[in-house]
């Protein structure tokens, strides 16, 4: 089958291709690497639930934790890569444990219409959760080509699978499946075979980029010639270090700030920070070396690093 997205029959590819990690290389980084030291727990602050249904002309969003953004845009309730579960693994009693709660209890949602699903990594595809809101919600979830099989598995339905530059229509929302730099796995012998991406969401005037996890490419000035500049995009600010391993698949901050230029996004939001330790820096690292990269640049539109569980509205 003819993909837009680079296939060769058995696994996908970047539109920058990098050359995958050994498992020697995996191994140098965690057995032989320093990883800073986290805190066990991070407290929240506490915000005011959102609102059953947002109707106004602006965005709301709030970071609910790791890249889980719930967005409340025309009429529709929609969360990104969501993850509830304690760890990001394919075990409940070993992996990355999370120190900071969600920001909104699961019990706090609002009626979820859609979600998002970047790719197939445990801390973006979490099926606990994705049971928890085909469940309470019956979504419709949006994911990369290949992996509505493990969603239709686990008993969700309602998936729709997107190659990279096709576009769905729901309502008055137009929803794009978009390149990103980055690759996909849930085990050591499926890596490339499903596809991972971002989103573009537009309607009514404005338009939303989602990044998932990327690294840093060409392909953000791509986007921004196919659509135009994004009114609110969300960028990943985290889990960056070492650079040797990391640097092809996960953008540092300053790299992350030279993306919402490349977009010429005219407000971006951080994500994928503060929740899960996945890699080497310290918990403060990314917003610490993001706000020095923000205030270094030619800060052209805003870019925040925003307050878990804090709703922001953009109008």
Known sequence: MDYNAPFNGEKFNNLEPFEDKTIGE????????????????????????????????????????????LIQWQGLNILTDPIYSERSSPVSWLGPKRVRQPALRFEDLPSIDIVLISHNHYDHLDIPTLKKLNSRFKPQFFVGLRNKELLASEGIENVVEMDWWQDFKIGEISLSFVPVRHWSARS??????????????????????????????????????????????????????????????????????????????????????????LTNEAYETPRRDFLKAWEESERKGLFIAPVFGKEYELM
């Open 188 to 277: 050591l012998f499926d890596r490339f075979e499903t596809l991972w991406g971002g989103f573009i969401l537009k309607g009514r005037g404005k338009t939303i980029f989602f990044a998932g996890d990327t690294g840093y490419g060409e392909f953000f000035k791509l986007i921004k010639e196919k659509y135009g500049a994004p009114n609110l995009s969300f960028l990943p600010i985290g889990a960056y270090e070492p650079r040797w391993f990391m640097k092809n698949a996960h953008m540092n901050p300053l790299e992350s700030v030279k993306a919402h230029h490349d977009l010429e996004s005219k407000n971006s939001v951080g994500i994928h920070f503060e929740t899960f330790q």
């Open 26 to 69: 995996l191994l140098r980084w965690r057995l032989f690497s320093q990883r800073e030291k986290w805190p066990t727990k991070v407290e929240n602050e506490v915000f005011s639930k959102p609102s059953q249904r947002y109707s106004g002309s602006g965005i709301r969003y709030r970071l609910i934790n790791h890249a889980t953004v």
